[in-house]
């Protein structure tokens, strides 16, 4: 009976450690996604339209 002791039938820890790591892992890549969504909005809204000087080419005279 001390050899059917000694084994370990379940031993849950590397699968446990393993899932919280890639649990931690999505979370870190859909936040990073989030975020460069967000800046890429800003980046888009950010930009200024001047006029230029070939603007209203049929106002010329």
């Not at 859909?30 to 969504?37: F, K, R």
């Not at 006029?51 to 049929?58: H, L, R, S, T």
Request: hydrophobic letters at 40%.
């Amino acid at each position: 009976m001390n050899i059917l002791n000694s084994i370990p039938l379940v031993d849950f820890t590397d699968g446990v450690v393993t899932t919280i790591i890639s649990i931690v892992i999505c979370f870190a890549i859909i936040i990073g996604l989030i975020l460069y969504v967000k800046n890429s909005k800003k980046r888009k809204n950010m930009v200024h339209n001047k006029k230029k000087k070939n603007d209203n080419p049929e106002k010329r005279g």
